[in-house]
Protein backbone atom coordinates (compact mmCIF):
# COMPACT_ATOMS: atom_id res chain seq x y z
CA UNK A 1 0.00 0.00 0.00
CA UNK A 2 1.39 3.54 -1.09
CA UNK A 3 2.44 5.34 1.72
CA UNK A 4 -0.85 8.35 0.79
CA UNK A 5 -2.76 5.57 0.69
CA UNK A 6 -2.38 4.37 4.29
CA UNK A 7 -5.46 4.61 7.23
CA UNK A 8 -4.65 7.14 10.08
CA UNK A 9 -5.98 4.37 12.12
CA UNK A 10 -2.67 2.12 13.14
CA UNK A 11 -3.18 -1.57 11.79
CA UNK A 12 -5.01 -3.83 14.30
CA UNK A 13 -3.54 -7.23 15.71
CA UNK A 14 -5.06 -10.30 16.80
CA UNK A 15 -3.65 -11.74 20.45
CA UNK A 16 -1.59 -13.92 18.33
CA UNK A 17 0.17 -10.54 16.91
CA UNK A 18 -1.02 -11.23 13.63
CA UNK A 19 -2.65 -8.56 11.64
CA UNK A 20 -6.14 -8.36 11.38
CA UNK A 21 -7.84 -8.38 7.74
CA UNK A 22 -11.05 -6.49 7.45
CA UNK A 23 -12.16 -8.55 4.39
CA UNK A 24 -12.06 -11.47 6.68
CA UNK A 25 -13.40 -11.00 9.52
CA UNK A 26 -16.38 -9.46 6.99
CA UNK A 27 -16.57 -13.07 5.63
CA UNK A 28 -15.82 -14.71 9.38
CA UNK A 29 -19.13 -12.75 10.67
CA UNK A 30 -21.21 -13.83 7.62
CA UNK A 31 -20.55 -17.75 8.43
CA UNK A 32 -21.60 -16.44 12.55
CA UNK A 33 -25.12 -14.60 11.54
CA UNK A 34 -25.81 -17.97 9.10
CA UNK A 35 -25.31 -20.33 12.04
CA UNK A 36 -27.29 -17.98 14.71
CA UNK A 37 -30.39 -18.17 11.56
CA UNK A 38 -29.50 -21.97 11.50
CA UNK A 39 -30.29 -22.34 15.38
CA UNK A 40 -32.24 -19.29 15.97
CA UNK A 41 -31.12 -16.30 16.67
CA UNK A 42 -29.73 -15.24 19.95
CA UNK A 43 -28.95 -18.87 20.55
CA UNK A 44 -27.36 -17.86 23.86
CA UNK A 45 -30.87 -16.64 25.42
CA UNK A 46 -33.14 -19.33 25.53
CA UNK A 47 -36.19 -17.36 24.98
CA UNK A 48 -36.02 -17.74 21.60
CA UNK A 49 -35.51 -21.58 20.93
CA UNK A 50 -34.53 -23.15 17.44
CA UNK A 51 -35.36 -21.29 14.14
CA UNK A 52 -38.91 -22.80 12.94
CA UNK A 53 -40.34 -23.45 9.41
CA UNK A 54 -38.55 -23.55 6.12
CA UNK A 55 -36.26 -20.78 6.73
CA UNK A 56 -34.53 -22.04 9.76
CA UNK A 57 -34.31 -25.82 7.45
CA UNK A 58 -32.26 -23.79 4.65
CA UNK A 59 -30.35 -22.31 7.08
CA UNK A 60 -29.24 -25.44 8.46
CA UNK A 61 -29.36 -26.91 4.66
CA UNK A 62 -26.16 -24.44 4.06
CA UNK A 63 -24.23 -26.00 6.65
CA UNK A 64 -25.19 -29.45 6.31
CA UNK A 65 -25.08 -30.28 2.80
CA UNK A 66 -22.07 -29.59 0.70
CA UNK A 67 -22.34 -26.13 -1.56
CA UNK A 68 -20.11 -24.18 -3.24
CA UNK A 69 -21.33 -20.75 -1.92
CA UNK A 70 -20.51 -22.11 1.38
CA UNK A 71 -16.58 -23.26 0.67
CA UNK A 72 -16.31 -19.92 -1.00
CA UNK A 73 -17.48 -18.32 2.10
CA UNK A 74 -15.05 -20.28 4.55
CA UNK A 75 -12.52 -19.54 1.81
CA UNK A 76 -13.04 -16.08 2.35
CA UNK A 77 -13.27 -15.98 6.19
CA UNK A 78 -10.18 -17.85 6.33
CA UNK A 79 -11.29 -21.55 7.18
CA UNK A 80 -11.45 -24.75 5.76
CA UNK A 81 -15.16 -25.77 5.03
CA UNK A 82 -14.98 -29.51 5.90
CA UNK A 83 -13.25 -28.41 9.28
CA UNK A 84 -16.28 -25.42 9.49
CA UNK A 85 -19.05 -28.11 8.28
CA UNK A 86 -18.21 -30.88 10.71
CA UNK A 87 -18.35 -28.15 13.52
CA UNK A 88 -21.24 -26.61 12.26
CA UNK A 89 -23.22 -30.35 12.56
CA UNK A 90 -21.93 -30.90 16.09
CA UNK A 91 -23.55 -27.64 17.28
CA UNK A 92 -26.26 -27.54 15.31
CA UNK A 93 -27.48 -31.03 16.74
CA UNK A 94 -26.30 -30.10 20.13
CA UNK A 95 -29.12 -26.83 19.81
CA UNK A 96 -32.19 -29.53 18.79
CA UNK A 97 -31.22 -31.58 20.89
CA UNK A 98 -31.23 -29.14 23.77
CA UNK A 99 -34.34 -27.80 21.94
CA UNK A 100 -36.17 -31.30 22.06
CA UNK A 101 -35.12 -31.45 26.03
CA UNK A 102 -36.72 -27.83 26.98
CA UNK A 103 -39.69 -29.32 25.06
CA UNK A 104 -40.06 -32.23 26.82
CA UNK A 105 -39.59 -30.32 30.42
CA UNK A 106 -42.77 -28.74 29.88
Known amino acids: MAKSQQSV ?6 VLGERLDPERSLWRNVLIVALEDAVG ?20 AYFLEP ?19 MKAKKFIKEKLSEEKNDMHRL
Open 41 to 60: RHWRNKSFGIAKGNYAEAAR
Open 67 to 85: NRDFALVCHYAGFDHEYVR
Open 9 to 14: FPKAVN
